[in-house]
């Protein structure tokens, strides 16, 4: 019973355990064992739980019937705004490791244990969650293990590298902005960015509550619905989770693209993207056929209304400890936060009045079409410390504009499966979106192209 499941997914790991090829206990130390190798060269854990990870595991394999886990002695990981009980709740800020440990798990990490995979330790990411990189001021970057010389993508870089570098084959992460598609572009994983208020953010620190979402990394779409399906369900500690029942995602992978309609968003979403964006774009397009392309309404301006909502937001969160604690920020999210701040309430008003309006013009897109392809990332993976790029024969900056594809669909809550496309020398990703509460649909295209070899997580030569 020792198998070895460096690499392999979530499923067969399951599958494993259930059967008694390989048990729980095996595979928990197994990737403990890469953990120890690895995280010392990519930075992408702040903390490991190896001994509730092993007790855990032993649990697992005394209980007889283990097929009523689908994720038995599955190892995954969360990226450190996550609660852990007995850990201080990071959320990658030198300010809060002086808090006391938390008191219980995160509802995500309960619901995922639940279901029998088993938590392994806390993901490095972007101070505060306001990051587009994977470089924190005070653990350092995270490192894209397709090349250790570039970013991970951010915020929730950790949990990035830790899947794309075999680490675990599952991490959890948060996305206001893109904060889960960027690294997975980055990276070349899938990244699933649920609708908002399909999964529970209680015990998790926040950004901006109007805007955040939490969801799963994995090298496989069924991996990602597997996961996605076990932390479904209504929860009364965060009131913006949805009522409605769970919705499995799963079961439906292997439906193909019947019945299915698909575009590609043009105009914005191609103006300034690199060539290897568009090749991506371009290919996956070509695998399923999609010839028809349409205009998100004004996205421009619903970027710019996101900046708005998001610094204002972040900043009233923020306040007390830009007041009192501001020398232990780093400066760079402490001055964006500040100048958040300062943004008269008129401001906030239009743009909020315009999220209403783009939203009804986007969803009437949807009355046509299942499911529309974008860009994830304007480039693949830019290299750490880099502060600037070019787009569209101008040089801007780097941090704010890496999520200059995914802020005009995560500021209106839509479904989104980030799906890798395995370019040399680095992949870039490509997302699905969907229209709200149908996951299952931009998981079934993903599956699809995964299928037919239009998309893959490639596993680093390094």
Known sequence: MTADTAWASAAEIAAAVASGETSALA?????????????????????????????????IDAERDKTKWPLAGVPFAVKNLFD?????????????????PAQRDAALIERLEAAGAVLVGALNMGEYAYDFTGENAHDGPSRNPHDMTRMTGGSSGGSAGAVAGGMVPLALGSD?????????????IFGLKPTYGRLSRA???????????LGPFA????????????MQGPDPEDPAC?????????PRLDRGLDGLCVAVAGGYFRKG????????????????GACDTVEFPEAHRARAAAYVITATEGAALHLDRLRYQAREFDPAVRDRLIAGAMLPASLVVRAQKFRRWYREGVLALFERYDAILAPATPCTAPKIGQQTFTLDGVELPLRPNLGLYTQPISFIGLPVVAAPVPLQPMPIGVQIIAAPWREDVALRVAHALEQMGAMAAPRPTT
């Open 27 to 59: 595979a928990v130390e197994q990737a403990l064992a890469r953990v120890v190798a690895v995280n010392s060269v990519l930075n992408a854990f702040t903390a490991v739980t190896a001994e509730r990870a092993l007790a855990l595991a032993r649990t």
């Open 273 to 288: 993207a690199s060539p290897e964006a568009l090749t991506a774009l371009d290919r996956v397009a070509q695998a399923l």
């Open 176 to 188: 206001t902005n893109g904060s889960i598609r960027v690294p997975s572009s980055l990276c070349g």
């Open 203 to 213: 015990r998790t620190f926040p950004f901006v509550a109007s805007l955040d979402h």
């Open 84 to 100: 852990i009980a007995g850990l201080p709740t990071l959320a990658g800020a030198k300010i809060n490791r002086a808090h006391a």
């Open 242 to 250: 949805t009522g409605r029942e769970v919705e499995p995602a799963a």
């Open 219 to 230: 090298r496989s779409t069924r991996d990602l619905a597997l996961s996605y399906d076990a």
